[in-house]
């Protein structure tokens, strides 16, 4: 189904509009200047993002990207492709899976799997991947712009 409005260049669903099974995703690759970046805007300075020497010490065997920057990338799916602008989260629940790395592409999707029309809401499924592995799942729940107004509560 095509979005049935634009927002800035940028496709958006109404509520009306989104069925179980529709899905968004966005791909992007993460190298060693976005990890470098998000520990900047995030003040996440560990030395697993960073240090070869330190990350030989951990479980991974070398420096990994921050999960939560790979999880942003959920975030981008849902405010930017699916449903899209004026969007706003209400819940997100993850589960880090696999470590992505520094030269990694990761694919981020989000499925519908539960409307409640009586608040506008969707349950998605989100999911991380790097090629065929599962780095990050969960799910979220999303307040989106309705033709209709909310019933009264």
Known sequence: ?????????LPAYYFEDLEIG??????????QPEVASFA?????????HFSKEFATTTVF?????????TASLISTVIGSHMPGPGCIYVRQELRFKAPVKAGDYVTARATVEALDPEK???????????????????????QVPSRLPLAAE
């Open 61 to 69: 065997g070398e420096p990994i990207v921050h999960g939560m920057l």
């Open 120 to 142: 506008k809401r969707v349950t998605f499924n989100t999911t991380c991947m790097v090629g065929d592995i599962v780095v990050v799942e969960g799910k979220a729940v999303i």
């Open 40 to 48: 900047e805007l995030s003040g996440d300075y560990n030395p697993l």
């Open 22 to 31: 529709m899905f968004g995703e966005y791909d992007r690759h993460i190298g």
């Open 1 to 9: 189904m095509k979005p049935s409005r634009y927002v800035e260049g």
